[in-house]
């Protein structure tokens, strides 16, 4: 098992920035890939970004492309997306997961992750 939690979310103006974590707890955090998803309000989750075991390959939604960056620490168990020139559109709640497949999957493969975490919510006002 492995436990995700979140956590750096908050509100924010448009064009400002935020960092996300995702912690883990359990199992070996490199044994797994790790990805970040998003849901808006009445909006389905959609994919955001991935990072592979090593981090040496990452995968980005073309809506945070250039604006977005994920990394991760294993000696930490800690996975981080950072977000800059936030827009009202990129408000929602933010899930971290991982997979022990690949992030490539996960870039197009939105359900079925072996862990998620509960959330955290990111609110940019305009």
């Known amino acids: 098992q492995v436990q995700l939690v979140e956590s750096g979310g908050g509100l924010v103006q448009a064009g400002g920035s935020l960092r996300l974590s995702c912690t883990a707890s359990?199992?070996?955090?490199?044994?797994?890939?790790m990805g970040w998803f998003r849901q808006a309000p009445g909006k389905e989750r959609e994919f955001v970004a991935a990072i592979s075991r090593s981090g040496i390959s990452t995968y980005y939604a073309d809506s945070v492309k250039g604006r977005f960056t994920i990394s991760r620490d294993n000696a930490k168990n800690t996975g981080y997306l950072h977000m800059n020139s936030l827009k009202p559109e990129d408000t929602a709640v933010y899930y971290c997961?991982?997979?022990?497949?690949?992030?490539?999957?996960?870039?197009?493969?939105?359900?079925?992750?072996?862990?998620w975490g509960k959330g955290t919510l990111v609110t940019v006002s305009s």
């Open positions: 359990g199992r070996t955090f490199s044994s797994y890939a």
């Open positions: 997961a991982a997979d022990g497949r690949t992030a490539q999957r996960m870039s197009v493969v939105t359900g079925g992750m072996d862990y």
